[in-house]
């Protein structure tokens, strides 16, 4: 037995059947069998670019060479994240934005949320500590995101976390102002938001969601944060994803999409009216004692800057919003067949099939047998609590998103063949 431990995993399963990847290229990988599968999932919705980019790899190598690491503590800073924080902070919605980097979204999430409380003391506001997240929604995994996030089962075991959090109906945005009242304006310190949620279940928006609820945090003096660390880099068809809607969030988490998923780094983009009282010149300025020890990472910073490369040249950022119709509609047919509940798609290049609801009860296993369904059928696709999700790199071509399409229907009618097609 391997003495890996793999995240969000049945060891014991995992014991029995473990699959290896030992390569990649384009929208496909390969195990150690040497069997092709289409990455549906682009690995965990972040390698965007496709796998095996030359040009990334280039850049990283060349990276090692000249200096491979080094720390941003402090006063020191290298050319890499010097050149990536400035054209991050170029994709802003705002001007005069500053950028906080780490070693991916968790530390962004977490990064946001004590930048928000800070932030609030030094205006006079120390009570204002509270944090808001939305059911279903998804913030990493470390103690802050765990709480504010609204998975249920991702905090079960682990007893108390993060006080001051709390969760809102995710498709109710006069939740959000039902709650701040509950709690008290004053006492409120920032709303995390997914424009769409991604591991709760791809779900998406209603219309003028994202407005109001950005309306209402202005109206209480709330910050929010926009997590983009899944719908970032073009998944949602724009660089940020928040932008592909009319509001500006007070910080903006990104990671995954921002090396295309090569090496683990993490940004936060801070509007310029959070970042000022930390960027006085005084003796008095207040220091934010926080951050990652590879915040800042030559190298990582490099493989960004190569990935934003290609994004621009490539024109990809924009193929999440052209692809989004073709993706909804190829998987469209599978919400006629009685153990799919729903097909959410059509904002993004991203997508869920959920099973039913009596089907998962009468088969808590479900799901995962499902995803090994269309692994036989030679798709990878990402298993949620419900169904199961797809977010395919940005390359994918329409033939390929066709092959994705097939292999999950063929994985439903194997599981509906082995469990009698059980009905909704």
Known sequence: MSALWHPFADMGAVARSRMTIVRGKGAWVWDEQGRRYLDATASLWCANLGHGRGEVAAAVRLQLETLDAYSTFGDYANEPALELAGRLAALAPWAGGKVFLGSGGGDMVDTAAKLARRWHAERGAPERTHLIGRTHGYHGTHGIGTSVGGIAANAIGFGELVPATSSVAHDDAEALEREISRIGPERVAAFFCEPVIGAGGVRLPPPGYVERVAEICRAHGVLFVADCVICGFGRLGTWLGIDRWPVEPDMVALAKG????????????????????????????????????????????????????????????????TLERPLADVLAPLAAHPLVAEVRAGLGLIACVELSEEARAADPRLVGRLQLACREAGV?????????????????????????????????????????????
């Open 380 to 424: 990878l696709v990402r298993p949620l609590a419900t169904g199961v999700a797809v977010s395919p790199p940005l390359i994918v071509t329409q033939s390929e998103i066709e092959q994705l399409a097939d292999g999950i229907a063929r994985g439903v009618a194997q599981v509906a063949r082995e469990h009698g097609g059980t009905p909704r």
């Open 258 to 321: 921002i090396t295309g998923g090569t090496l683990p780094l993490g940004a936060l983009l801070v509007a310029p009216h959070v970042a000022e009282p930390f960027f006085g010149d005084g003796p008095g300025a207040p220091v934010l004692r926080h951050g990652a020890t590879y915040a800042g990472h030559p190298t990582c910073c490099a493989a960004a800057n190569a990935a934003l490369d290609v994004y621009e040249r490539d024109g990809l950022i924009e193929r999440g919003r």
